[in-house]
């Protein structure tokens, strides 16, 4: 779990310093016009490093640290021992081109957090383990359930608006995490379908 400690490392560093440094987040956070017209195409991940709060990075890493960890071994079986990360950096990717295609030309729009990111390998683990048993405000929830309502409420809040935090890049992302991985090893669809038939409240 090297990967995972150090994206998480390397997040809240950036984002803690970029909470006391106006000019580094927007300098960061995706703004559509700096991509299109200046070229900045480093905005398309460096979004990811930085976050609105500090509960909005609360909660993307404390959920990138229990299932990415559970994930990196996943991917470095198939992918060689940087898998991981180049899954991570992918769904970073993947989860924003819908919204920068949408606002290339909005200089009112910007974006930041690693949500999309997040929420790909939050999905990719469902599909490997659909009921474990994980804590919501300390109580214990399924995690597909989990899942369902988090995605549920991504898709309410984007269409709500408001704010920096891109809610329909939790959408993009967890399709990502399911297409790749099963892409990846298409065995795992069948895994899953067994595991969904057969509920097991214990996990694992």
């Known amino acids: 779990m090297l990967l995972t400690i150090a ?31 200046k070229h900045e195409y480093w905005r398309l991940l460096s979004y990811g490093l930085v976050h609105a ?7 993307n890493m404390v959920t990138l640290f229990f ?15 940087f898998g ?15 919204t920068y295609i949408k606002n290339r030309h ?4 910007r974006s930041l957090g690693a949500s999309g990111a997040v929420s790909a390998v939050l ?18 929830v399924p995690a597909i359930l989990y899942a369902v309502v988090f995605l549920g ?19 993009w992302g967890a399709a990502y995490g399911i297409l790749f991985t099963v892409i990846m090893e298409p065995r795992i669809t069948l895994i ?3 595991q969904l038939l057969h509920p097991s409240f214990l996990g694992g």
Request: hydrophobic share 55%; proline share 6%; glycine share 8%.
């Open 123 to 140: 999905f990719a683990f469902i599909l490997l383990s659909p009921w474990s048993m994980i804590l919501v405000f300390v109580i214990p």
């Open 67 to 81: 299932f990415g960890r559970a994930m990196e071994g996943l991917y470095a079986r198939y992918l060689g021992p």
């Open 84 to 98: 991981f990360l180049w899954f991570y950096l992918g769904a970073l990717l993947v989860s924003i081109l819908p």
């Open 192 to 194: 899953f379908m067994q």
């Open 53 to 59: 709060d500090f509960q909005h990075l609360l909660f």
């Open 106 to 109: 909005n200089p009112n729009y």
């Open 7 to 37: 994206i998480i490392a390397i997040t809240c560093i950036v984002s803690w310093i970029a909470f006391k440094d106006g000019k580094l987040m927007q300098r960061l956070l995706l703004w559509p016009p700096a991509v299109e017209k």
């Open 153 to 171: 409420y991504s898709i309410y809040a984007d269409q709500r608006g408001g704010g920096y935090i891109n809610h329909s890049a939790h959408s």
